[in-house]
């Protein structure tokens, strides 16, 4: 008998709109609403022939008392660091910066959490470069475990 555990994980790239009866929102053009259900699916993108470059910021929030966790589903750019995604910690471009992210063909960081009922995310990416970022963003009384191992 061995101990340990193996995880296999296959970095998975919604084809469609609908993912699991879930809408994925275009994280640029979607405005947010005072009601917003989750989990929030997200894709940011730039296209290989876009002219100009791409700079977009969205504030989620949830209820007081519940925190928000950002998963990253899958990350992919023509070119290491074509992208990059800035999460605060609060409401706004000026909040506590958490994490800057970039974007590295098929990696996954490690979830992020606020500490709070508000994050605020900017997707930035250099032109004619190919990027997209598929995120899920869950809201808790807790962060959402990237992996939960028990008895």
């Not at 084809?15 to 259900?37: A, L």
């Not at 004619?128 to 995120?135: A, R």
């Amino acid at each position: 008998m061995a101990d340990g555990v193996k995880l296999h994980v296959h970095d998975h790239r919604p084809e469609s709109k609908v993912v699991d009866g879930v809408d994925v929102h275009d994280f640029c053009t979607y405005s947010t609403t005072y009601s917003q259900t989750y989990p929030f699916l997200m894709v940011a993108e730039q296209y290989g022939d876009s002219l100009v470059e791409r700079s977009c910021g969205k504030k989620l929030y949830t209820k007081r008392g519940y925190i928000l966790t950002l998963h990253f589903v899958h990350l992919m750019a023509e070119e290491n660091d074509g992208a990059t995604l800035e999460v605060r910690d609060g409401s706004d471009i000026s909040s506590r910066l958490i994490s800057t992210v970039p974007i590295r063909n098929f990696t996954r960081p490690e979830s992020i959490v606020s500490t709070g009922n508000n994050i605020f995310i900017t997707f930035s990416a250099k032109k004619k470069i190919k990027s997209e970022v598929f995120l899920e963003i869950t809201a808790g009384l807790q962060k959402a475990a990237d992996l939960n191992v028990t008895d």
